[in-house]
Every structure is written in C-alpha cells, then in structure tokens.
C-alpha cells in the first residue's frame, strides 16, 4: 500500500523519493515571505508577453517628503524677513519723526531821516546808490562750491542750497508774492509740519514773533506801492553746515532793493526800497528727498518805514516825498511771555540814494 503522502500509484519510477525530495532543501520562513517583493502583471502585461513582466510598486518611504521640508524653510525665511523690515525700516513712521520748532521772526522798521529821495527812473536812482553794482533778480543770489559733509553726499548738499534758493526768489522776488495776490507758491516748499503756522500767520497776523506774514515773504500793500520796472537789485550769500548726522542747515544773508512808485499812479517819482533779510533754513532727509525745507529764523529790516505803522502783514513804504509819521512801535507788554519786543531803527543817510 502506498504512504499517506504517496500518490495513488506509488512514487514513480526513476525519481527517488518523488518531486518533493527535489525541493526539500528549499525553506520559506516567514521573514523570508516578509521580504519577498510583490510584483504583479498589468492587464497589458498580461495580453502581451514579451513586454516588461512586472510593473515594480515604489518603495515606502517613511519621514517628511522634501517637498513639504522646503515648505517650512521658506515660510521660516518669510517670517524672520517680515521682522526684520520690521524693526529695520528705513523710513521712520510720522508719530517717530520729531516735530520741528515753529519758525521764529522779527520785522524792524527803518525810519528814515527827512524825505525819502526819488526820481523819474529807477535806473538813476540805483546808479546813486549803494545798489548800483548788485546784480539784478535771482543772479544776486549765487549758489556757493558745493562740497560733501560727513553724512551728506554733494547731491544732497547741491539740493538743499537749491531749495534754499527757490525759497528766497518766491518769497522776495515773485511779483505775484510782492503784491500780496499769491503765497501758495511758498507755502509748497515748506515742511507739512510747518503749514499749519504758516496758514495761521496769514489768517491772523500778529508782531509776536511767530505770526508775522512778512516775516516769511515779501509784501507790498497793494492799496500803497507796487514794485516798478523789471529790474530788483540783490546782493547776498548762502552757506551750508551739517548740524548733525540727519540735518543740514542753510543760512541765507541777502540784501534786496526795490523801486517802487505810488499805486496807481504810474508818473509818480520813483524810489528805492531796501529790505535785508537773515533766514536760516533746516533740511532733514525726507525734505531733501520731497524738495521742501524748514524755516527756523527770519529777521528783517526793512526801508523807508514808519514805525507808527504796523508791518507785519504788510510792508508799507515812505515813497518819494514822504517823512515818517510822528510816533513810536506799537508798545511792548513785559508781563506778556508770548510776545516779542517792538522795536524800530532808523536808516542811515548813506542807505538811500544821494539825488
């Protein structure tokens, strides 16, 4: 009888011990079966036998892909770039910015001695005067060497003495300013923070030092003189310092003459007008960058005046013929600490021309 694993025939001939005997050296453990590879036949496989007998699955992979990695890096180097603009910004925002101080003025009044000279020709006039070889307009006004500080390059420097100059030929030679029918082209070239003292000065001026129209341009009263002829004679400098590592000042010392004729009556003699005016100008970075400047001082003489008039909102001329009204300034109130003192010169013969 054949064993309990022997086929029904027996082991056949000629194989010892069966087929199985072959294979009995063979082993499959299970950590064998564990790591075997799984391959199994696509449907296309399938139909065509000479292609690719398996299609192999990929690896797991275990852990953080790279993409996702490099995700957290660039969300990282966003983050840490949004602080650092954020504490190094390189404008500084309007509440960290210092105010500037309001610009601070005073307006003195030339008496003259006797009648004021005038004649038929400004020309005659200026040719016997102290004026007679000043240049005429904005060419008395020339710029000086330019030269780097230590935390400003020429360009910066070059642009704050241009302002500078700007402002002197609005304010003091722009014929629509001298007649009082414009002040917006000066107003433009000030500091924003300086506008809201400027409106006022001119909405109510006042002699307190602060509030005085013709302390921060030149003013006719039109109902009293207007300028005559082409030509205002000037005659001045500018200079520049840096008077901190974020701030330049300009001082601007200029001498200006102007002939003038009674209004409205263009065959009246005419006569010479002096005013000398002293501005100090402060530049930060962002004035320098927006072409705008800060006024820190005006002090100016002016002449032939009356000092019983009022000239702070108007400069009202002594014009050819004319002696200065009896009188003193207006008083000065001691126990005021607002106001400035009220005071009042007298201008030298030789200040006038000798006809």
Same mark, same amino acid.
């Not at 070889?133 to 330019?146: D, R, S, Y």
């Not at 109510?204 to 921060?216: C, E, F, I, L, N």
């Given at each position: 009888m054949a064993g309990v694993g022997d086929p029904p025939g027996g082991t056949p001939e000629g194989v010892p011990g069966g087929g199985e005997d072959e294979y009995r050296s063979v082993v499959f453990d299970e950590s064998f079966v564990r790591a075997a590879r799984l391959q199994e036949f696509s449907a296309r496989e399938r139909i065509a036998d000479h292609a690719p007998a398996v299609r192999r699955r990929p690896p797991t992979r275990r852990g953080l892909s790279r993409q996702v990695l490099l995700l957290f890096v660039l969300i990282a180097l966003a983050f840490g770039t949004a602080i650092y603009m954020g504490v190094r910004h390189p404008y500084q925002s309007p509440a960290a910015r210092p105010q500037p101080d309001q610009a601070r003025m005073s307006v003195v009044p030339l008496v003259p001695r006797g009648e004021v000279p005038g004649a038929d020709d400004p020309a005659y006039l200026y040719a016997h005067s102290p004026a007679a &070889?000043? !240049?005429?307009?904005?060419? +008395?006004? /020339?710029? /000086? +060497?330019?030269r780097h500080t230590a935390h400003f390059s020429d360009d910066q420097v070059m642009n704050a003495l241009i302002t500078a100059k700007d402002y002197i030929v609005r304010s003091a030679l722009d014929p629509e300013v001298l007649t009082g029918r414009d002040v917006r082209s000066v107003r433009v070239l000030l500091d924003p923070d300086q506008l809201a003292q400027f409106d006022e000065s001119f909405a &109510? /001026? !006042? !002699?307190?030092?602060? &509030? !005085? /129209?013709?302390?921060?341009l030149v003013r006719f009263d039109p109902a009293r003189a207007r300028p005559t002829g082409d030509e205002i004679k000037v005659r001045g400098s500018l200079t520049v310092v840096e008077s901190d590592a974020s701030t330049l000042e300009v001082t601007a010392d200029h001498v200006l003459v102007y002939p003038l004729r009674p209004a409205g009556d263009a065959r009246a003699e005419a006569s010479l007008f002096t005013v000398r005016r002293e501005l100090r100008f402060r530049f930060d970075r962002d004035d320098l960058r927006l072409h705008q400047t800060q006024l820190v001082t005006s002090s100016v003489q002016a002449g032939p005046l009356s000092c019983a008039e009022d000239s702070a909102n108007h400069l009202r001329p002594l014009l050819a013929g004319r002696t200065?009204?009896?009188g003193g300034p207006a008083g000065t109130d001691p126990y005021s600490t607002g106001s400035a003192p009220a005071v009042c010169g007298t201008l030298a013969r030789g200040a006038q021309p000798s006809v």
């Open positions: &070889h000043f !240049a005429a307009g904005a060419e +008395g006004i /020339p710029l /000086p +060497g330019v &109510h /001026p !006042a !002699a307190d030092g602060r &509030h !005085a /129209p013709t302390g921060w200065a009204k009896d």
